[in-house]
């Protein structure tokens, strides 16, 4: 079972960057499709960025252009590079893997976007 940890959260002011990562256990991880989420106060958890295992990538429209998602299979890594940060990106970033019927959910790392 691949087991997942976050890192790299923070607090920056608006504009600013951050690139968070998200470490995976496991030799096949590189099948999965691993997605960044995030859930501020208050609101319901939604997809920000997907990577399959091809490489191809998606993001939800707020953050297309400024939020980056790559993968490192050498490294068993996933990163979110997040730049040109807002207010509105406050929030705890989830990672999560799936392969078939797999789903592994990360602990999150909190990000801070404020003055």
């Known amino acids: 079972q691949v087991q997942l940890v976050e890192s790299g959260g923070g607090s920056v002011q608006p504009g600013g960057s951050l690139r968070l990562s998200c470490a995976a256990s496991?030799?096949?991880?590189?099948?999965?499709?691993v997605g960044w989420y995030r859930q501020a106060p208050g609101k319901q958890r939604e997809l920000v960025a997907r990577?399959?295992?091809?490489?191809?990538?998606d993001y939800t429209d707020s953050v297309k252009g400024r939020f980056t998602i790559s993968r490192d299979n050498a490294e068993n890594t996933v990163y979110l590079q997040l730049s040109s940060l807002k207010p509105e990106d406050t929030a705890v970033y989830y990672c999560?893997?799936?392969?078939?019927?797999?789903?592994?959910w990360g602990q999150g790392t909190l990000v801070t976007v404020s003055s």
């Open positions: 999560n893997a799936k392969l078939g019927g797999l789903e592994v």
């Open positions: 990577i399959i295992s091809g490489g191809t990538t």
């Open positions: 496991g030799s096949i991880f590189r099948f999965y499709t």
